[in-house]
């Protein structure tokens, strides 16, 4: 895990990175990165216009920027500009540039009821008020009950 020791307010002392950690017999690697799986949109055919398609290009030429100057988030849009990136959001940035392969988070292929007791879980263990086998063992018992 590569450290930042930041002191930020609220955050403790040590604010930390690493991949997707590689499981023995799984098929991911050490250096895969979970990612989002980005913005969706729909549009209505009969309102397509050069209107509509000038806002959509407008919006997604300037979403990298905007998304990192406002909230220091990483997208998949290119950065038209140079930033002011935080310490937390560069040190991604590196390791990123490391090279590795990007997956969508686990739960993007599970039942809904699933994926909430991922989140529950996954946030319970940050707070650190759940152990991570009780984790694995309430997400195994939610997977079980969605089949």
């Known amino acids: 895990m590569q450290k930042n020791f930041s002191g930020l307010?609220?955050?403790?002392?040590?604010?930390?990175f690493f991949a997707f950690p590689a499981v023995e017999g799984g098929k991911g690697t050490g250096n895969n990165y979970v990612v989002s799986?980005?913005?969706?949109?729909?549009?209505?055919?009969?309102?397509?216009d050069d209107t509509v398609a000038?806002?959509?290009?407008?919006?997604?030429s300037n979403y990298g920027d905007e998304a990192m100057e406002s909230a220091g988030?990483?997208?998949?849009?290119t950065?038209?500009?140079e930033h002011d990136i935080a310490a937390t959001t560069q040190m991604i940035l590196d390791a990123?540039?490391?090279g590795g392969d990007l997956a969508v988070?686990?739960?993007?292929?599970v039942d809904m009821s699933?994926?909430?007791?991922i989140y529950e879980q996954g946030q319970m263990l940050v707070l650190g008020s759940v152990e991570p086998k009780d984790a694995g063992v309430a997400i195994d018992e939610a997977m079980n009950a969605a089949e």
């Open 114 to 117: 699933v994926a909430e007791v």
């Open 54 to 60: 000038d806002w959509f290009k407008y919006v997604f």
């Open 105 to 109: 988070w686990p739960e993007y292929y």
């Open 96 to 98: 990123m540039d490391k």
């Open 37 to 48: 799986t980005g913005l969706s949109w729909c549009f209505n055919e009969s309102t397509w």
């Open 79 to 81: 950065l038209n500009k």
């Open 73 to 77: 988030m990483i997208t998949a849009y």
């Open 9 to 16: 307010s609220g955050l403790g002392d040590e604010v930390g």
